[in-house]
């Protein structure tokens, strides 16, 4: 069974007379350790099948699968539990509080868990050991180089040991050198097992995939795991 199953997925969204078709029927299997890269033009339903798949923003209709878990048939509290055992989120914007130093931002996720402070503080720093940032880990954002801003989300992501990794344009304010050193992070992670689907524009990310979807029009116009005659995209 796949550790990803997403079944006839639609999203629209409504906005006084007007109608826009996010997802049109999308159908995508993903297996476990998979590193999947989700590409397309501006408005192809990149990201909202993204935060569709994170619990974050309920389809119009069709089923989402994970771990053999229907997550749209969790109540609310059920899903937030979902969210934070299985999914690690990272965003271009980073999303760090300016505030926090780079250790207090990872240690975000683990709030809500009946740890010791010093447990949360051991977590944070395994995990900004393993991306490289255990030496910067009392600095604030504001010190930090976007690649190293971009480290420590990822670390936040990892932290809770979550099977999923979700990434919406990770590199996408980055330089080309720093990109590539967080696409580098990116494939060794996946090279421990972690499952990734990272939303991306840039096709110099591509041969870090060993799976590539395109959308087009909220469907799957090509996939690589498949021949191209078996790809359905009406329109």
Not at 65 to 87: M, P, S
Not at 96 to 124: D, F, G, H, Q, T
Request: hydrophobic share 40%.
């Amino acid at each position: 069974m796949a550790f990803i199953n997403i079944q006839q997925l639609n999203k629209t969204f409504t906005s006084d007379a007007d109608q826009v078709v996010a997802l049109d029927d999308l159908t995508v299997e993903i297996s476990e350790g998979t590193f999947l890269g989700v590409m397309g033009p501006s408005g192809s339903g990149k990201s909202t099948l993204l935060t569709i798949l994170g619990g974050l923003s309920r389809p119009t209709a069709g089923q989402v699968n994970v771990d053999g878990i229907d997550i749209y048939a969790l109540g609310g509290e059920q899903l937030a539990d979902f969210r934070r055992e299985y999914l690690g989120f990272v965003f271009q914007a980073f999303n760090l509080i300016p505030y926090l130093n780079a250790r207090e931002n990872v240690m975000l996720p683990l709030a809500v868990m009946r740890l010791s402070a010093r447990e949360k503080k051991r977590m944070a720093n395994q995990v900004l050991e393993r991306v490289g940032l255990l030496p910067r880990a009392e600095h604030l954002p504001s010190q930090l180089s976007g690649g190293e801003q971009e480290r420590v989300a990822i670390a936040r992501a990892l932290v809770n040991g979550p099977p999923l990794i979700l990434a919406d344009e990770p590199t996408g304010s980055l330089d080309t050198a720093t990109s590539q050193s967080i696409m580098d992070l990116f494939s060794e992670l996946n090279a421990d097992g972690q499952t990734i689907v990272m939303v991306t524009h840039n096709n110099e990310n591509k041969p870090y995939f060993d799976r590539t979807i395109v959308l087009r029009d909220g469907c799957v116009a090509e996939d690589s795991a498949t021949r191209p005659a078996a790809v359905a995209c009406a329109g």
